[in-house]
C-alpha cells in the first residue's frame, strides 16, 4: 500500500496538471475568440474609414454581430452611403451651377456686347448713385471718355454737361418721382446743338427695394435736323401750290386784257373792270396767304404761367356752344385737375382751332366731347376732344399737322400746324386717332 502511494498521488498530481493545462489553454482559446471578434471588426472599421478619408465612399463593412460593435460598423455603413449620396448631389448641384454660371457669363457678355454696339445711350446707376454701365454710344453722344466716369457718382456727369441742361433734368427726375418718361431735353455743348429724347427708369428687386436707376437716351439732333429740312421741304411744296393758285386768274386776266387792248374791244371798259377787279382779289388772297405764313413763322414765343385748364376749355366751348345752337357739346372735366403752366392765350388758340375743325367736320347736327383727367404716374394733364364728323382718311393722319396741307378748299393748311407747334411747345404732344363709330379723336398731353 505504501508502495502504491507514490504512483497514485504522481497520477492526481499528473491528472491536476492535465486538466489545469485544459483549462488555461481553454481560457485562452476563448479570450482569443473573443478578442478576435471584437478586433477584427474594429480593425476592418478602422481601415475602412482610412479608404473613406481617401475619397473611397464605396467601401462597405461586412459584419454579423448584433452587438455594439455590429450597431457601431451598421452605422458606419449607413453614414459612407449618405456621404455618397451627398456627395453625388452636391456634384449635380456643382455641374448644374457651373452650367448657370456659364450661362450667366455667356449673356452677360452678349449684353455688354449689345451695349456696347447699339445707337442709344444706355447709363446705369446702383443705389448709392455710382455708375456701373456707360456705354460706347453714351460716350459719342456726351463726349465724355467711360474711364473718367466709371464708378463715380452720377453728379459727375451732371457736371460735364450745361448748368441748365443739368437743373432740367434734376428738375424732371424730382417732377416725375425718380422716373422720366420719355421726355427732350436740348442744351449746346462743345459748340454743338444736342437734342436727347432722355428716359430713366427706377429699378427694384424682387423684395421690392430700390437697386438703382438705369438712363436711356437717343440723339436725335440729326433726325430733328432731317425732320426739319423735310418739313420746310413740303411747306416750300404747298406754299408754291398755294401761291400757283391765284397766279393763274391773274395771268389769264392780263392776257385777256391785252388781247382785248389789240382788238380795240367795244366793251373794253366793263372787261378792264372785270380783270382789274379779279386781280384786285386774288392779290388779296395771297397777300393774306402771306401774311398767314408770315405769322406762322414768327410765332410769339410762349409766356407760360400757372392756369386752370378747364377754365379755358369752358370758356372756348362757351363761344362755339352760342354760335352753333344745332351742335351738342359735352364737357367732362375732372375735378381735381392740378393747375399746370402754360401760355393762356396760346392754349385757348389750340382749342379754339380744334373745335373749328370738329364744327366744319360735322357740318349740321352733330356732338362734340371735351373730357380731361389727371395721370398720376406720369404726371400728365390730359385732354380728349372727340367729333362724330367725317372723319380724317387713314392716309392723311400722318400729314395733317405738316404746314400747308389741308383737304379743304378755303383752308391754309396752317390751323393743326399752329396746334402742333403750341403744344410742342408746351412740352406736350398732340396725336390723332378715329372715333368709334365715326369722327375724329385728337388727345392732347401736357406736363404738370
Known amino acids: 500500500m505504501v508502495s502504491l502511494k507514490g504512483p497514485i498521488k504522481n497520477s492526481y498530481i499528473l491528472s491536476f496538471l492535465i486538466i489545469t493545462l485544459l483549462i488555461i489553454f481553454s481560457a485562452i482559446w476563448f479570450g482569443y475568440y473573443l478578442a478576435k471578434n471584437i ?10 474609414t482610412q479608404a473613406v478619408a481617401e475619397g473611397n465612399l464605396d467601401v462597405k463593412v461586412e459584419t454579423s454581430a448584433r452587438d455594439e460593435i455590429g450597431v457601431l460598423i451598421n452605422s458606419f455603413n449607413r453614414m459612407t452611403g449618405d456621404l455618397k449620396q451627398s456627395k453625388s448631389e452636391l456634384e449635380d448641384a456643382y455641374s448644374s451651377l457651373r452650367d448657370s454660371s456659364i450661362e ?22 446702383d443705389k448709392n448713385g455710382d455708375i456701373t454701365t456707360f456705354n460706347r454710344a453714351a460716350e459719342k453722344v456726351l463726349d465724355i471718355r467711360k474711364e473718367d466716369i466709371k464708378g463715380k457718382g452720377f453728379q459727375e456727369i451732371l457736371s460735364r454737361i450745361p448748368p441748365d441742361a443739368a437743373k432740367d433734368i434734376i428738375r424732371r427726375i424730382r417732377g416725375g418721382g425718380g422716373t422720366i418718361k420719355d421726355e427732350e431735353i436740348q442744351f449746346n455743348m462743345n459748340n454743338r446743338s444736342i437734342t436727347l429724347r432722355l428716359k430713366m427708369t427706377t429699378l427694384y428687386d424682387a ?18 435736323k432731317a425732320q426739319r429740312i423735310a418739313a420746310w421741304q413740303e411747306v416750300a411744296k404747298g406754299l408754291a401750290h398755294e401761291i400757283k393758285n391765284p397766279l393763274t386768274p391773274i395771268q389769264l386776266c392780263t392776257e385777256r386784257l391785252r388781247k382785248k387792248h389789240y382788238e380795240r374791244a367795244e366793251n373794253y371798259d366793263k372787261i378792264f373792270d372785270d380783270c382789274t377787279g379779279t386781280i384786285i382779289n386774288e392779290v388779296n388772297a395771297l397777300k393774306m396767304m402771306l401774311n398767314e405764313f408770315s405769322g406762322f413763322a414768327r410765332m410769339p414765343v410762349a409766356k407760360p404761367s400757372i392756369n386752370d385748364l378747364n377754365s379755358i376749355i369752358k370758356e372756348v366751348v362757351l363761344l362755339y356752344r352760342n354760335a352753333h345752337k344745332d351742335i351738342g357739346f359735352t364737357e367732362t372735366l375732372f375735378d381735381g385737375l392740378p393747375e399746370i403752366n402754360i401760355d393762356r392765350e396760346q392754349i385757348k388758340r389750340v382749342f379754339i382751332n380744334l373745335l373749328k375743325n ?17 395721370d398720376s404716374k406720369n404726371k400728365n394733364v390730359i385732354v380728349e376732344l372727340t367729333d362724330n364728323g367725317t372723319g380724317v382718311p387713314p392716309e392723311d393722319k400722318d400729314k ?22 403750341i403744344v410742342s411747345d408746351h412740352n406736350g404732344r398732340i396725336m390723332v386717332s378715329d372715333n368709334v363709330p365715326t369722327g375724329t379723336k385728337f388727345v392732347i398731353e401736357l406736363p404738370v
Open 207 to 224: 423684395d421690392g427695394n430700390f437697386s438703382g436707376n438705369v438712363v436711356v437716351f437717343d440723339d436725335l439732333s440729326e433726325l430733328i
Open 104 to 125: 450667366i457669363e455667356q449673356r452677360r457678355a452678349y449684353m455688354e456686347t449689345v451695349l456696347e454696339n447699339i445707337a442709344t445711350g444706355v447709363i446705369s446707376i
Open 39 to 48: 478586433t477584427t471588426p474594429i480593425q476592418s472599421l478602422a481601415e475602412a
Open 400 to 421: 395733317i399737322f405738316i404746314p400747308y396741307f389741308s383737304r379743304k378748299k378755303s383752308g391754309t393748311g396752317l390751323g393743326l400746324a399752329i396746334v402742333n407747334r
Open 358 to 374: 370738329a364744327v366744319e367736320a360735322i357740318n349740321g347736327n352733330g356732338q362734340v366731347i371735351i373730357t380731361t383727367e389727371y
